[in-house]
Nanobody
Framework: EVQLVESGGGLVQPGGTLRLSCAAS?????????MAWFRQAPGKEREGVAS???????GYANSVEGRFTISRDNAKNTLYLQMNGLSPEDTAMYYC????????????????????WGQGTQVTVSS
């Protein structure tokens, strides 16, 4: 099994920054997994934000391209999402996800095909 635990959410003013972390554990987890961040705003469907494969190839939703950066530290089994230039439209519950596939991670992001999910961390952007 795989456990994913997110942290780093909170309240931030427009234009501010946050860094989310996701700690992965469990006997089934591998650094070869696809990893990703998703988000869900109140009253909206969950959407993919960013993905990263084992070789650190990344993919982003158009809405966050140039503002968010996904990265992973395989030595620490930790996934990150650096969020800059935050706006109220970024307010959502952010979820970490993992999939045993080691390829097509961005396609999986677009089609929501990730196997393991964290519980989420809330990000609120407001003045």
């Amino acid at each position: 099994e795989v456990q994913l635990v997110e942290s780093g959410g909170g309240l931030v003013q427009p234009g501010g920054t946050l860094r989310l972390s996701c700690a992965a554990s469990g006997y089934a987890y591998s650094n070869r997994f696809c990893m990703a961040w998703f988000r869900q705003a109140p009253g909206k469907e969950r959407e993919g934000v960013a993905s990263i494969d084992s070789g650190s190839m990344t993919g982003y939703a158009n809405s966050v391209e140039g503002r968010f950066t996904i990265s992973r530290d395989n030595a620490k089994n930790t996934l990150y999402l650096q969020m800059n230039g935050l706006s109220p439209e970024d307010t959502a519950m952010y979820y970490c996800a993992a999939d045993p596939s080691s390829s097509a991670c961005y396609t999986r992001l677009l089609t929501m095909r990730y196997t393991y999910w964290g519980q989420g961390t809330q990000v609120t952007v407001s003045s």
